[in-house]
């Protein structure tokens, strides 16, 4: 075997797969979810999060509100980490902010729709009622199994932003204006994907360029791989121009507000617009469609920006512009870190095996599927597509559904990013109990398929719930006499 070839395939893999990401998802998704993370923490009053999220909130108010809020925003799991991380940070209580970490990215609406409609409703509904139970299980795991570190970690917020005043009118609206930008941006829906008008630009050699692209980023579309078009190029190299003036303009703005501050926004401001934008090369041009997309993006740009101008305080912009490049400068590194490793890892791990390793519903197929999940992530809606390729390459559904879970919630990078936010052990315990719980979803889900009645299915699934509740009563029973004994 030539070993130098393969590691360069395997070095064009990791680097197509990243720069297909960086052109395809993070402008839309990722930079509104920084945006949104950022005004959460500086605009936020820590008690109107602890009132819902918080670890003393009654769980039956705390884990349905975490799950519904994860259930409306239709986001991959790289979108959701700042979100996790701006209401973690600001006062949630780990469990529910974990459950809303899982839910958001698993159950989705969109995903749970084109799920049903491509490969069976069955399976829509599996996926969305074990994800529930599952979600919301995981998060009050975590927050037993952590409920020391989870007090301190309130205290921790009680300093950080005592005293700080109830929101104001302005900001909500500012919130709920950055929400519709990424709403506008993802969902996919016929108001916002019909184009409205069309623009042809004579460009020479545009076409050449978008097959240039395509050679240096070949891909295959049947394994959810994306190239990279010329807007896509156009879009990364916007994306390292808001990076180097956001450096110079944010880096020190609790000193000074300076000319790159807001070049930097101005430049989110300009890139958004045209990754909204469709576009499409030809011969000797290029042919720009104003989607309803487009549109929604333009509002709300306006209204952000007329709002940062009008309405905000030169302190509450100050503080949301902070945050907002604090979360950038912790999560997106390891993002493009744990993307590379996934387009590299990728190229090794082969979709034929699937038929063999995971074409019956036993324990080993199950935890097959939910490693694709890790190791295979796609974005959101993507990993439908993939799924009905595994099916048709031999994957039995129990499995099907195990990789459905898993891929959302245990993506290389997400698990990377986790880990930097609430410290290595609690994210590899999350790992471990989600793995669990999609190995069981699919075990589960399996076994009805293979027509194990439904009551028999429910005992199966009783008689777990009951094992792991007794554990989880040594569990705090044992952390009790240790705080009693520590006293």
């Known amino acids: 075997m030539n070993v130098g070839p393969f590691l360069l395939d395997?070095?064009?893999?990791?680097?197509?797969?990243?720069?297909?990401?960086?052109?395809?998802?993070?402008?839309?998704?990722?930079?509104?979810?920084?945006?949104?993370?950022?005004?959460?923490?500086?605009?936020?009053?820590?008690?109107?999060?602890?009132?819902?999220?918080?670890?003393?909130?009654?769980?039956?108010?705390s884990y349905p509100a975490s799950a519904a809020a994860g259930f409306l925003l239709a986001v991959c799991s790289c979108t959701v980490i700042p979100l996790f991380a701006g209401i973690y940070k600001k006062g949630a209580g780990l469990g529910p902010a974990i459950t809303f970490l899982f839910v958001a990215p698993a159950i989705n609406i969109l995903a749970l729709v084109y799920t049903g409609g491509v490969i069976g409703v069955d399976l829509a509904v599996a996926r969305l009622l074990l994800s529930l139970l599952f979600g919301i299980g995981i998060g009050l795991i975590m927050a037993l199994i952590f409920r020391?570190?989870?007090?301190?970690?309130?205290?921790?917020?009680?300093?950080?932003?005592?005293?700080?005043?109830?929101?104001?009118?302005?900001?909500?609206?500012?919130?709920?204006?950055?929400?519709?930008?990424?709403?506008?941006?993802?969902?996919?829906?016929?108001?916002?994907?019909h184009t409205y008008a069309q623009l042809d630009i004579p460009v020479r050699g545009m076409?050449?360029?978008?097959?240039?692209?395509?050679?240096?980023?070949?891909?295959?579309?049947?394994?959810?791989?994306?190239?990279?078009?010329?807007?896509?190029?156009?879009?990364?190299?916007?994306?390292?121009?808001?990076?180097?003036?956001?450096?110079?303009?944010?880096?020190?703005?609790?000193?000074?507000?300076?000319?790159?501050?807001?070049?930097?926004?101005g430049l989110v401001g300009l890139t958004l617009l045209i990754a909204a934008l469709g576009m499409t090369t030809y011969a000797g041009g290029l042919t720009l469609s104003f989607t309803g997309k487009f549109f929604g993006v333009l509002l709300s740009i306006v209204v952000l920006g007329w709002m940062l101008k009008t309405r905000l305080s030169e302190g509450e912009i100050r503080d949301w512009l902070w945050e907002s490049w604090r979360f950038v400068k912790q999560i997106f590194p390891l993002l493009v870190v744990g993307v590379f490793a996934v387009g590299v890892i990728r190229m090794l791990i082969r979709p034929e095996w699937i038929e063999v390793v995971a074409g019956q519903n036993t324990l080993l197929g199950n935890f097959v599927g939910v490693v694709f999940g890790v190791f295979m992530y796609f974005p959101t809606l993507v990993e439908v597509p993939i799924a009905q390729m595994f099916l048709s390459l031999g994957m039995h559904r129990g499995p099907l559904l195990a990789y459905l879970i898993s891929d959302p919630a245990l993506s290389l990078q997400s698990i990377l990013i986790t880990a930097a936010i609430i410290g290595r052990l609690k994210a590899w315990v999350y790992v471990g109990w989600t793995a669990l719980f999609s190995t069981l979803a699919g075990l589960i889900y399996g076994a009805w398929v293979d027509g194990t009645g439904l009551g028999l299915v429910g005992l199966y699934l009783g008689l777990f719930v009951a094992v792991l509740v007794a554990m989880l009563w040594l569990v705090n029973r044992r952390s009790t006499q240790e705080m009693v004994v520590s006293r």
């Open 10 to 61: 395997l070095l064009r893999s990791g680097l197509g797969n990243l720069a297909a990401y960086l052109a395809a998802h993070v402008l839309l998704c990722l930079l509104p979810a920084f945006l949104i993370a950022g005004a959460m923490t500086a605009l936020i009053p820590k008690e109107t999060v602890t009132r819902f999220l918080g670890r003393n909130t009654p769980k039956i108010i």
């Open 148 to 193: 020391r570190e989870d007090a301190e970690h309130d205290k921790a917020t009680d300093a950080l932003f005592a005293g700080q005043a109830g929101m104001r009118q302005a900001a909500v609206i500012f919130l709920i204006a950055l929400v519709v930008l990424l709403v506008a941006g993802t969902f996919q829906i016929d108001l916002l994907k």
């Open 207 to 265: 076409d050449s360029f978008q097959g240039f692209l395509y050679q240096l980023v070949p891909f295959d579309p049947a394994r959810g791989e994306e190239g990279v078009t010329a807007q896509g190029a156009i879009l990364i190299a916007l994306l390292a121009l808001i990076g180097l003036t956001a450096w110079k303009g944010l880096e020190n703005i609790h000193e000074r507000f300076t000319t790159w501050t807001w070049l930097s926004v």
